[in-house]
C-alpha cells in the first residue's frame, strides 16, 4: 500500500516537472523566433534591447526552472528508493507474527508398545494434546511464551499420569519432593525451585521467583516460606499420593534388601524401568521470544534431598533469544554433567549450526559417552524445532503457527 503510493506521487511530479519544462522551452523558442524577425538592422532597436535583456531574465529563469526540477526528479527517485524498504520492514513484521510455535515433553525412557495398554495409551495422548493446545491458543491470541509454557506445565503438573505435581514419585522416606525451573530468552531471566514438598504447581513458583525475588534458585522451606509471602497455596501432603507410584517405590525397595544395597534401582511405574520422568515446554511467540519451562517429581527412592537436573539452569532448562529454548528429561547427574540444555544453545551460537544438529550431537553422542540417557524438546528462534532422544520413547507433541499437530510416544 505505502509503495503503490509513493509511485503515484512520484509519476504526478514526474507530470509536472515535465510540463513546467516543455512551457519553458516554448516560451524560449518563442523569444528566439521574435528576436530573428524584428531585430532586423535598423528596425525596432528599442524593441531588440527590451527582447534582449527579456531572454537574459529567461535564461536565468529557466536555469533556476531545471535545477529545481532536477532536485524534485531526486528527491522522487528517493522516495522510490525508500519505499521498498518500508515494504521490507512490514515483511518482516508480518514474518515475526506469523512465525510461533509451541513443543511439550512428558518424560523419556523405555516405553515401549507392548507395555502400554490402548486405553493408557489414549489417556497419554488426549492429555499431551490438552496441555499443548492450551500453550498454543494463548500463543495465537497474542499471549507471551512465558505464559504459555507456564499454562502448558500446568495441565501435565494436574495429571497422575506424569512425574511432576499431582503424579510426582516418592521418595526413600516416602514423600513427594518437586522440583522446577523456568527461563525467559528475550532477558535471560530465570527462576528455578527444588525439594518443595507442598506447591501444587512447582512451575508457578519458579516463575514467581524469577519475577519477585532477586535470586534463581530457592530450595526446600526457603522457597516455601518464599511461596506463602507471595500467597501461594499451601498443599496438603496427601494431595500428592497416588497409588501407582507409592507401589513403585515399594517394589523399588524390596529390590534393594534382595540386592543388599549392591544395586540401586530408581523406577517409574509409567515408563517401565526408567530412572527418569519429567514434564517440560518450550515456546516461541508472535514477538519472537522464547521461554522455557520444566518440572519433575524427580527419581523414585531418591534420598538426602538429591536435585537432579530439572532445576539447574543450563542443564534441565534454557532460553536464549539468539538461539534456542530447551527442555530436558533424562538421567539429572548426566545431564548437570554435560550442561544438556546450553550446551545445545552454545553449538549453535559459536559453531553456526542448526538445531536439529546440535540436538543430536549432544543426545546421541555427548550424553551416552557419559553413561545418560534420555532426551529434548526445543525450539528455534526461526521456529524450528527438535524433539531429540536416546531412548526406546519420549512422551512428546509440537505445533506450529498453521495449527498443525504432531502428537508421539514411541521411538520411530
Given at each position: 500500500?505505502?509503495e503503490?503510493?509513493y509511485e503515484k506521487?512520484?509519476k504526478?511530479?514526474?507530470f509536472?516537472?515535465l ?5 519553458d522551452?516554448?516560451v ?6 521574435l528576436q530573428?524577425?524584428?531585430?532586423k538592422?535598423?528596425k525596432?532597436k528599442?524593441f531588440?534591447i527590451i527582447?534582449?535583456?527579456r531572454?537574459?531574465t ?6 533556476l526552472t531545471?535545477?529545481?526540477g ?11 528508493k525508500?519505499?521498498p ?5 512490514v515483511?518482516k ?16 525412557g ?5 507395555n ?5 495409551e ?5 492429555k499431551?494434546?490438552e ?12 499471549g507471551?511464551s ?8 500446568n495441565i ?5 499420569l ?7 514419585v ?5 514423600t513427594n ?21 507442598h506447591?501444587?504447581n512447582p512451575?508457578?513458583?519458579a516463575?514467581?521467583?524469577m519475577n ?7 530450595a ?8 506463602r509471602q ?9 494431595y500428592?499420593y ?10 523399588v ?8 544395597y ?5 523406577e517409574d ?13 518450550v515456546?516461541?511467540d508472535?514477538n519472537?521470544n522464547l521461554?522455557?519451562g520444566?518440572s ?5 527412592n531418591k ?10 539452569i543450563?542443564?534441565?532448562t534454557?532460553?536464549?533469544?539468539a538461539?534456542?529454548?530447551?527442555s ?6 548426566y545431564f548437570?554433567?554435560a550442561?544438556v540444555a ?8 559459536y ?9 543430536k550431537?549432544?543426545?546421541q ?8 540417557d534420555?532426551g529434548?524438546?526445543a525450539?528455534?528462534?526461526d ?5 531429540e532422544?536416546?531412548?526406546?520413547g519420549?512422551y512428546?507433541a509440537h505445533?506450529?503457527?498453521?495449527g498443525?499437530l504432531?502428537?508421539k510416544?514411541?521411538k520411530?
Amino acid at each position: 500500500m505505502l509503495e503503490q503510493m509513493y509511485e503515484k506521487k512520484t509519476k504526478n511530479l514526474h507530470f509536472i516537472v515535465l510540463l513546467v519544462s516543455f512551457i519553458d522551452v516554448f516560451v524560449v523558442c518563442s523569444h528566439y523566433f521574435l528576436q530573428l524577425n524584428l531585430c532586423k538592422p535598423s528596425k525596432n532597436k528599442g524593441f531588440c534591447i527590451i527582447l534582449a535583456n527579456r531572454k537574459k531574465t529567461l535564461a536565468m529563469k529557466q536555469i533556476l526552472t531545471l535545477l529545481i526540477g532536477f532536485f524534485i526528479l531526486f528527491s522522487c527517485n528517493n522516495v522510490k528508493k525508500g519505499a521498498p524498504e518500508v515494504k521490507k520492514e512490514v515483511n518482516k513484521s508480518e514474518k515475526i507474527a506469523n512465525t510461533f510455535g509451541i513443543v511439550i515433553h512428558g518424560g523419556a525412557g523405555t516405553i515401549l508398545k507392548k507395555n502400554m495398554s490402548d486405553s493408557l495409551e489414549i489417556a497419554y495422548t488426549s492429555k499431551l494434546k490438552e496441555a499443548i493446545t492450551t500453550g498454543h491458543s494463548i500463543l495465537n491470541n497474542g499471549g507471551t511464551s512465558l505464559e504459555a509454557v507456564t499454562a502448558t506445565i500446568n495441565i501435565m503438573e494436574d495429571s497422575p499420569l506424569f512425574n511432576s505435581g499431582k503424579g510426582a514419585v516418592f521418595t526413600h522416606d516416602e514423600t513427594n519432593e518437586l522440583d522446577a525451573s523456568i527461563m525467559d530468552g528475550a532477558t535471560l531471566n530465570a527462576g528455578a525451585v527444588a525439594g518443595v514438598t507442598h506447591i501444587k504447581n512447582p512451575i508457578n513458583l519458579a516463575l514467581e521467583v524469577m519475577n519477585n525475588s532477586p535470586h534463581v534458585l530457592l530450595a526446600g522451606e526457603g522457597a516455601e516460606q518464599f511461596a506463602r509471602q507471595q500467597g501461594f497455596e499451601m498443599m496438603d501432603p496427601s494431595y500428592f499420593y497416588t497409588e501407582k507410584r507409592y507401589q513403585s517405590l515399594l517394589r523399588v525397595k524390596e529390590r534393594e534388601m534382595r540386592e543388599q544395597y549392591k544395586s540401586i534401582s530408581f523406577e517409574d511405574s509409567f515408563i517401565k524401568d526408567s530412572k527418569f520422568g519429567t514434564v517440560g515446554c518450550v515456546a516461541l511467540d508472535k514477538n519472537g521470544n522464547l521461554a522455557a519451562g520444566t518440572s519433575t517429581g524427580g527419581m523414585t527412592n531418591k534420598r538426602w534431598n538429591r536435585i537432579g537436573d530439572s532445576p539447574i539452569i543450563g542443564a534441565g532448562t534454557y532460553a536464549n533469544n539468539a538461539t534456542c529454548a530447551v527442555s530436558s528429561t533424562g538421567w539429572g547427574e548426566y545431564f548437570i554433567r554435560a550442561m544438556v540444555a546450553h550446551d545445545i544453545s552454545a553449538m549453535m551460537e559459536y559453531k553456526g549450526i542448526s538445531l536439529q544438529e546440535a540436538a543430536k550431537e549432544v543426545i546421541q553422542n555427548k550424553v551416552p559417552a557419559l553413561g545418560g540417557d534420555g532426551g529434548i524438546v526445543a525450539i528455534d528462534k526461526d521456529g524450528n524445532i527438535a524433539m531429540e532422544f536416546n531412548t526406546a520413547g519420549m512422551y512428546r507433541a509440537h505445533m506450529n503457527a498453521k495449527g498443525e499437530l504432531i502428537i508421539k510416544i514411541y521411538k520411530e
